[in-house]
């Protein structure tokens, strides 16, 4: 047979599905023998032997990612898949690889992402795309086989899960898992962080363990599996698949991806020689759209991804693997039944979430045969926790931010979600608001944990200088920057005072020095792209526009007058002075509530030092709102914060001379309730109008009581010292008041007073000290109101702040046990060994004695926490 025959018009129309026996023929007379990559190459056509000594033409399909058979006057193959056996010239077919064809659309087909059009993150096409006929007709082939497939599949045995200790670095945890196994299956919440920093940060300890396939979700197999494997083998991003990532990480105002996004993934894969493989395809990406196909994309997904891995396995494309995918696809989903891609592969499953304290790793039990049914198919192996920086944490990400950008201003627009909901009435954008609802309760919990361990004094104290009262505002700030990098300036809820003082001194802070303008109300992850672009540009887009005249509404301030919002921002420009939000949404949304205090402090103190620390030691000048500047309810301000001094405006008439003075304070009516708010100083702001003058109030009103009971102030009155609680029963304005006893130097709570405990206390601060490890809550000081005087203590503990915590210390003759007593007494307990090695403590009171011995320290504080009611102290995380 020539080679003219073999190469004419055998199987110009063949349909996909036919046996390779189809398109094979004896190898002709003159065909040249392979070359080093298998192939036989006659008249610009490619041939390879195939096991019966037959051969066939072959074609590149980029679908399947394999050479598969094919016509000679096909256009593009229509046979089987085909993989070179390794270190042979002879070529199998790959029947997993000719599974995915009838899935794949056409290269050219509409579905795919042209230069021109940029897809939707959430869905990939626009829904008259979605339903085109050609895509329905590859998704319904990839349904109905995967429906198939689950019905009859048998599962492998789950792999054994490694014993991992909670701190286990990731070097270990990864070398533990591919020790055991080929591949890994990670699975993340799409917008969270951690599963993408943790693969980019340990890149190099993956390639060192063999790793040479990262599968990504989301990615498609008929629409970037091409770009990508040309960017794997040139290092060029095409324009498509660079729009693409740029959808799939969130396209906002051109705010950059950052360092955890799926761009930066894969350009840091294919530096450690690591390439990427699609596991969807447009079919089972196209599911996304709609959300009550949401089980159907699962059952789908995890299908189609089976087979990817397969068809790379049996092609010897793989090596070791990682696949990172969604959490119910790695896992599977429980009340379908349908098992996650861990399962399917038999490899370990592990799930990263994001945290903002220290990592830890966590062993999930199965659960037993008669317990859970299918729920064992969906139960992850390992738990990882992955520490996020704070910004990645708490704003929202890039992808949701276009849904949320007018709701996070109109907080009836955030619905709150329920647990049970039917498809059909799933709210538009509900993934967005879950993720917004739990980042808020994460700014929540962290703010209180970190305002737990910072007191009101000042971080560092600033200079503030002595002035005349009728001091220019030129010569105040040129006096308040000559030994200080910042300045606090607080006003008013609803005044103008501060921003007029701001827009007429401008000039004033521009030779000064001062570089950043930080404001309240404008927010890091909404409004921060718009606002440097308009630096950048002086084009302010018109929704920016209307964004910043709805704030100023909001803080009624009103629309059109010569302080608004935008006027800030353009006389900021016009004097080189950037500006920076301070604030972030899911701080904002609950400004107006009492608990935002802690949150807006802490976002804020987190913006101005990681921007002093990234550009920079430079001047700079906060703009907020009193409530937030100083100490208030025993939360320190943004001036204790960032140990900077503090000025707060006060309005005053058109003919009043305005002054500079000490601040005196005074009490504030802010977000619902009276507040004490004072600043280091106070400066009069002549306005064209009257202030209103303000009204009386009581300052113990001010205090952070609770809405129970378990909180008390002391106060000084004449000779005495007074325990005072809040009545709920008699009205809000009541108070009870008791004289704490004082005899022979001793404190104590007199008989019949509400928190009587019969313990005497060598001080009041050890007295306020047992009342609090009581479970009682010391309301916050005020000056003037509760002048109880500093009592110098040498304590050798602090971090024991309750009574009964305890913890096991080394000292020169051994370990000893050191616990805090209830009169605030600190008790250190030798702990002794035995000839046998075993451990004991000798303290009656609890019933321990030398015939009592435990194992290890840890098994005593087990036996301390369990029978005496101890508790362990524990070192707190950085926040």
């Keep these: 047979m020539a080679i003219s025959n073999i190469a004419g018009p055998v199987a110009n129309s063949l349909s996909p599905g036919r046996p390779l026996s189809a398109y094979s023929r004896h190898a002709p007379k003159g065909l040249p023998p392979p070359d080093s990559d298998g192939f036989r190459v006659a008249q610009q056509r490619k041939f390879v032997n195939l096991e019966d000594g037959q051969v066939v033409m072959v074609g590149y399909d980029e679908s399947v990612r394999s050479y598969c058979a094919q016509a000679r006057e096909e256009y593009r193959p229509s046979g089987p898949a085909l993989y070179r056996v390794a270190g042979r010239d002879i070529w199998k077919e790959n029947s997993a690889a000719t599974a995915l064809r009838p899935y794949q659309l056409p290269a050219q087909h509409p579905a ?8 939707t993150a959430d869905g990939g096409h626009p829904d008259e795309i979605a339903n085109d006929s050609a895509l329905l007709q590859c998704r319904g082939r990839l349904v109905a086989d995967a429906e198939r497939f689950f019905k009859n599949h048998k599962l492998p045995d789950r792999p054994p899960v490694p014993e991992l200790p909670p701190a286990a670095s990731d070097r270990v945890l990864i070398e533990t898992l591919y020790r055991q196994a080929e591949g890994l299956v990670i699975g993340e919440t799409y917008t969270d962080s951690g599963s993408k920093l943790f693969l980019i940060k340990n890149m190099a300890t993956l390639a060192e363990q063999g790793v040479r396939t990262l599968y990504l979700e989301r990615l498609r197999t008929d629409v970037e599996q091409a770009h990508l494997e040309t960017f794997h083998k040139t290092g060029a991003l095409s324009d498509t698949l660079d729009n693409y990532l740029r959808t799939l990480d969130g396209d906002y105002g051109n705010a950059p991806a950052g360092t955890c996004s799926y761009r930066n993934l894969i350009i840091t894969a294919r530096a450690h020689d690591i390439r990427v493989q699609a596991l969807d395809c447009a079919a089972s990406n196209s599911l996304r759209v709609r959300d009550p196909h949401m089980l159907t994309r699962i059952t789908a997904l995890n299908y189609h991804t089976y087979q990817v891995i397969k068809a790379d396995q049996a092609g010897g494309l793989q090596g070791k693997w990682l696949a990172l995918v969604d959490t119910h696809h790695a896992n599977g989903y429980g009340p379908e039944g349908t098992p996650g891609l861990s399962r399917l592969q038999g490899v370990t499953g592990l799930m990263i979430d994001d945290t903002m304290s220290n990592p830890a790793i966590h062993k ?5 045969h008669n317990a859970g049914g299918r729920m064992n198919l969906v139960r992850p192996d390992l738990k990882l926790s992955v520490k996020v920086p704070w910004r990645e944490a708490l704003e929202v990400p890039l992808p949701y931010r276009n849904a949320l950008q007018d709701r996070i201003r109109s907080p009836e627009d955030i619905i ?3 647990t049970h909901v039917r498809l059909d009435e799933r709210v538009k954008d509900a993934g967005a608001i879950a993720d917004f609802l739990q980042r808020e309760e994460r700014l929540k919990s962290t703010s209180a944990a970190f305002f737990s361990r910072h007191h009101g004094s000042r971080q560092a104290k600033p200079e503030i200088p002595h002035l005349p009262a009728d001091s220019t505002v030129s010569r105040i700030l040129e006096r308040l920057y000559e030994n200080n990098n910042g300045l606090v300036l607080g006003a008013d809820q609803g005044s103008i005072t501060a921003r007029k003082l701001l827009i007429e001194n401008m000039r004033t802070l521009s030779t000064l020095k001062v570089e950043k303008l930080y404001v309240q109300n ?16 002086g084009v302010m887009p018109r929704h920016f526009e209307q964004t910043l005249a709805s704030e100023d509404l909001r803080q009624t301030l009103g629309l059109g007058n010569e302080y608004s919002l935008q006027r800030l921002l353009s006389s900021a420009r016009e004097h080189g002075i950037k500006i920076q939000a301070l604030d972030m949404a899911s701080g904002y949304r609950k400004q107006k509530q009492q608990h935002n205090v802690p949150n807006f402090n802490y976002i804020a103190h987190k913006i101005i030092e990681s921007d002093q620390q990234h550009h920079g030691a430079h ?12 100490t208030v309810r025993g939360v320190p301000g943004l001036a204790q914060l960032q140990g900077a001094p503090g000025l707060r405006t006060v309005a005053t008439g058109p003919q009043a001379t305005a002054k500079i003075s000490a601040d005196p304070g005074y009490v504030e009516h802010v977000y619902g309730r009276d507040e004490y708010v004072r600043s280091d100083l106070a400066l009069e702001v002549n306005l064209d109008s009257s202030p209103r003058p303000p009204s009386a109030q009581n300052p113990r009103n ?8 378990p909180d008390f102030l002391i106060e000084k009155q004449g000779n005495h010292f007074i325990l005072v609680q809040r009545s709920y029963r008699t009205g809000a304005d009541h108070y009870e008041e008791s004289i704490i006893q004082v005899r022979d130097g001793k404190y104590s709570i007199p008989q019949g007073a509400a928190l009587f405990n019969g313990v005497q206390y060598n001080s009041l601060a050890d007295l306020v000290w047992g009342l609090k490890g009581s479970g009682y809550v010391q309301v916050a000081e005020l000056p003037g109101v509760i002048p109880i005087p500093a009592t110098p203590r040498l304590d050798t503990h602090p971090q024991l702040n309750r009574p009964g915590m305890f913890l096991t210390d080394e000292t020169a003759n051994g370990p000893v046990l050191v616990n805090r007593s209830k009169d605030r007494s600190l008790t250190v307990t030798p702990i002794r060994r035995n000839p046998a090695g075993k451990w004991y403590i000798n303290h009656k009171r609890w019933g321990y004695d030398e015939t009592r011995l435990f194992d290890s320290l840890d098994e005593l504080g087990s036996h301390l926490i369990k029978h005496v009611g101890l508790v362990a102290y524990s070192a707190p995380s950085d926040l």
């Design 522 to 537: 404008l927010l890091t992850d909404l409004d921060q792209p718009f606002i440097d672009g308009f630096h950048a540009t």
């Design 619 to 630: 001047k700079w000048l906060a703009l907020v709102l009193n409530v937030h500047a100083s």
């Design 702 to 709: 001010c205090l952070g009581w609770m809405e129970v009971e």
């Design 416 to 418: 709150v979600r329920r």
């Design 364 to 368: 999930v039990p199965a659960l037993p």
């Design 112 to 119: 795919t992402p042209q230069p021109a059009r940029t897809p």
